[in-house]
């Protein structure tokens, strides 16, 4: 009998952790958006998105952490817990320094979930001279 209970409890505890671990992070926040294209953006003018998010749990959700996949872009967070309900955004700030195409991603870490969320930018940066150009068109 003890070896029943025993083995009963192993198999809840792992189905437990196993159904834990299988949380995602859109299960408390849903973004508006996960993708956000700037189109053609004139070089050495840097630029902004505020990718807005609703916590959509039962309690309050803490943002840990927002990482970038390069030094080019700079994420900030809120620091304070979201409340339930609310809606906070992550700013995704983009150094438009090198002409060329690109693509960024922001890892958004949110506590208590293993598996960050990702956020994305891209477009162009074009030479000031070629933004001219499309600007008057």
Known sequence: MKRIF????????ALFGFSQANVKADALVKFKELRH???????????THDFEFT????????????????GCTTPTWPQAPVM????????????AAAPGP???????KVKGID??????IAGEVVSAAEFDKLSKK
Do not use: H
């Not at 916590?55 to 390069?70: H, L, W």
């Not at 339930?84 to 150094?95: M, R």
């Open 6 to 13: 025993l083995f009963a409890a192993l198999i809840s505890t």
């Open 37 to 47: 294209n700037f189109g053609k953006i004139k070089q050495g003018v840097p630029v």
């Open 55 to 70: 916590n959509v749990s039962g309690q309050p959700v803490i943002i840990e952490t927002a990482t970038a996949s390069c």
């Open 84 to 95: 339930k309900e609310k809606s906070a955004s992550i700013k995704a700030g983009f150094n």
């Open 102 to 108: 690109f693509e960024k991603t922001v890892y958004v």
């Open 115 to 120: 598996t960050p969320l990702e956020l994305r």
